[in-house]
């Protein structure tokens, strides 16, 4: 069985290797994109902000409270995971874990979070993300499907 810690070990890993590999084989940084499919292209980004580019950290100490509040988060999401009994929610928050983790890494390391998986169909274009933001997402939506789910251990009293 897999607990939320292991799942985000895995999610971590995966993340630090895709973005070892986006940055040292491939050297997306150097070359800018790379086309895959006409709907899917290795693009780098160094993005500065929170998800999507949001709330830009353009200073270092902006760089460094956005460390620290995300640290902050993924303690709690920790902390949570190890109370957590539903499996389901083990998992979801192994994701996010996982996925903040290697987020915050970035952020330490370079300044920056290393995006570079580019969704787009024609003139539409998705955000450029990574591993670790698509893990924090599946989590989240994971988390918001079973809020919304009746309890139906409350649904029988």
Known sequence: ??????LAALVFVLDQLSKWWILEVVRLREIGFV??????RLTFVGNVGVSMGLFGAGSEVQRWALVAVTGGIALAVAIWAAREKNRW?????GLVLGGAVGNIVDRVRFGYVVDFLHVFWGEWSFWVFNIADGAITIGVLML????LMPDKDKTHA
Do not use: N, S
């Open 1 to 6: 069985m897999w607990t939320p810690y292991a």
């Open 35 to 40: 086309d895959v499919l006409p709907v899917f």
């Open 89 to 93: 929610d083990g998992a979801a928050l």
């Open 144 to 147: 918001l499907l079973r809020a």
